[in-house]
């Protein structure tokens, strides 16, 4: 992969570099690289951030990458631009002296479904994920070791737009691939709520 710093982005250096954290941090639709700052700054607030904004425009809405209907992904776009997302992060670690970080993904919507394909194609990248009201990106051809990721889902049982199957069989394919993974459920919707943040939290503290 070549070394270049490939999307436009926020970089927030760590308030305490002992603690050797970075979070990649995915917006979903329509969201930037500012959007979910404030989130890492409840949930995880002594790491870097490392934040891009999606380089697909939809209406004038950022995303990661193109889709041809509601929950219908364009595979090929998908596969290009989790390989540039890949790029962007061997990059970025390199130009901010991030390489022996351990890497968090968290993500939203669309920005959890990318994190997602790139745990499924490049699983040495990621090691832990926060992935709030994700989708099945794809379903791998050959399996990736996941065996030293843990991974956070959180889902709500009234999304419109993330069915209750879809969740469990996410949550089913990481595992089937040794991800250590965990579901945690509200009644709300697709919307954030605090107790799925109360519950990030908890889950990025443990070691
Ligand atoms: C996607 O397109 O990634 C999902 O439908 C979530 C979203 O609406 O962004």
């Known amino acids: 992969m070549s070394e270049q710093l490939n999307f436009k982005h926020k970089y927030v250096p760590s308030s305490d570099p002992t603690k050797g954290k970075t979070v990649l941090l995915l917006h979903g639709t329509g969201g930037n690289e500012e959007s979910l700052i404030p989130i890492v700054e409840m949930v995880l607030p002594d790491a870097a951030i490392l934040s891009p ?118 949550n089913n394919m990481f595992q089937d691939y040794g991800a250590e993974v965990e579901i945690f459920w509200h009644d709300s919707g697709h919307n954030l709520t605090r107790e799925e943040l109360d519950k990030t939290k908890n889950f990025l503290s443990e070691s």
Request: hydrophobic content about 40%; overall charge negative; cysteine-free.
């Open 53 to 170: 904004r999606g380089q697909i425009m939809e209406n004038g809405m950022p995303r990661f990458f193109r889709r041809i209907a509601e929950g219908v992904f364009d595979l090929e776009d998908l596969k290009f631009q989790t390989q540039e997302l890949a790029i962007f992060i061997e990059a970025a670690s390199k130009t901010y002296g991030l390489e022996s970080n351990e890497v968090i993904a968290l993500g939203y919507s669309n920005g959890a479904n990318i994190a997602s394909s790139v745990m499924l194609t490049y699983p040495e990248l990621i090691s832990k994920a926060a992935l709030f009201h994700p989708m099945i990106p794809f379903v791998p051809e050959n399996p990736p070791d996941l065996s030293n990721t843990s991974i956070l889902i959180t889902a709500g049982t009234n999304d419109p737009i993330v069915s209750r199957e879809e969740t469990l069989e996410l």
